[in-house]
């Protein structure tokens, strides 16, 4: 199972950025994905879950309307797409999975990818 993280950058706030998570070792369609960040000096906290049938499982309030997720299986990958971004978005942004077909809380995620920075500038 490999996870890889890709577009995160340095963005106004305001701005936008996708995210991408490109899964490998296991079949997409059956399985979550979620999107984790960690701010420098926090703790992990789970941000936005994807399951098989692609129903959305928020983890925290601050970003509804404003985030987004999806996946392209034929691709194996799974987007993030963060609009509106603030500064308190500032943080390594990881997908994980424990492979299974609904999201779960975030703490049982086994498999996790070497995470992409966001930075939002005020």
């Known amino acids: 199972v490999q996870l890889v993280e890709s577009g ?7 701005g936008s950025l996708t995210l991408s998570c490109a899964a ?3 079949t997409l369609d059956y399985n979550a994905i979620g999107w984790i960040r960690q701010a420098p000096g926090k703790s992990r906290e789970g941000v936005l879950c ?31 797409q963060m609009n509106s971004l603030k500064p308190e978005d500032t943080a390594v942004y990881y997908c994980a999975t424990d492979l299974q077909k609904d999201c779960n809380f975030y703490s049982t995620f086994d498999y996790w990818g070497q995470g992409t920075q966001v930075t939002v500038s005020s």
């Open 50 to 80: 994807i399951s098989s049938s692609d129903a959305w499982t928020y983890y925290i309030d601050s970003i509804k309307g404003r985030f987004t997720i999806s996946r392209d299986n034929a691709q194996n990958t799974v987007y993030l």
């Open 24 to 26: 490998s070792g296991f």
């Open 8 to 14: 995160g950058g340095l963005v106004q706030a305001g």
